[in-house]
Every structure is written in structure tokens, then in C-alpha cells.
């Protein structure tokens, strides 16, 4: 089972075990993982499970779409390597993934 690690904004970090084809955010509202809000429940219509993507990993991610590109623009301190956890699905290829959780999960 791939493993994610989620860097929270304490600098502290956490690796779970996540089944392929769940999502990091899934995961991390299982596992309790604090900074991940998810109003929306995955749904796509919010930007509360907001995180960014260590570089090393964001060549290996699937392509952001369009819905999930206009809810990050919501997201305060917006970067390159944002993306919303409810769209990364986990694969063999992610294990070892690491994403960091903003200090706030704040909308513009």
C-alpha cells in the first residue's frame, strides 16, 4: 500500500498508509490528520483540502482540470505546486508522496 506523508504546517510530519484509488484528503480525514477541513466532503466545490505538493512529486501527478485549477484560485497564498487533495488519487507510482498543509485553509 502506498504511503503519503503529510507535512503539517508545524513542521511535524505524518505517514499513513493510504489504499490505492483513495484520495490524500480521504485519507487524512480517516486518520484524523489535522489543516485538512474539506467542507465539501471531495466534492470539488470547495478549496479546503487545500495542500502543496512537495516538487519532487508534481511531475507524477495527473494533470490538474479545469474545475480544480478555478478552486485554487480561491485559496490565499496560492503556489505552483498547490492542488486540492480531494483530486490526488493514490497509485503505486505516488508512494512516498509528501504534501504539506498550509498554516490556514483560507479563501480569498
Known amino acids: 500500500m502506498p504511503n503519503v506523508i503529510y507535512e503539517l504546517p508545524d513542521g511535524q ?11 490524500v484528503m480521504e485519507a487524512a480525514l480517516r486518520q484524523g490528520i489535522q489543516g485538512i477541513e474539506a467542507e465539501c466532503g471531495g466534492c470539488l466545490s470547495c478549496a479546503t483540502c487545500h495542500v502543496l505538493v512537495d516538487e519532487a512529486w508534481t511531475a507524477k501527478l495527473s494533470p490538474m482540470g ?5 478552486m485554487l484560485d480561491l485559496v490565499v ?4 505546486n498547490s492542488r486540492l487533495s480531494c483530486q490526488l488519487k493514490m497509485k503505486p507510482e505516488l508512494d512516498g508522496i509528501v504534501v504539506r498543509i ?7
Open 102 to 108: 498550509p498554516e490556514n485553509q483560507i479563501a480569498a
Open 13 to 23: 510530519q505524518v505517514t499513513l498508509d493510504v489504499q490505492n484509488g483513495f484520495s
Open 77 to 80: 497564498g496560492r503556489q505552483g
Open 66 to 70: 479545469e474545475i480544480e485549477d478555478e
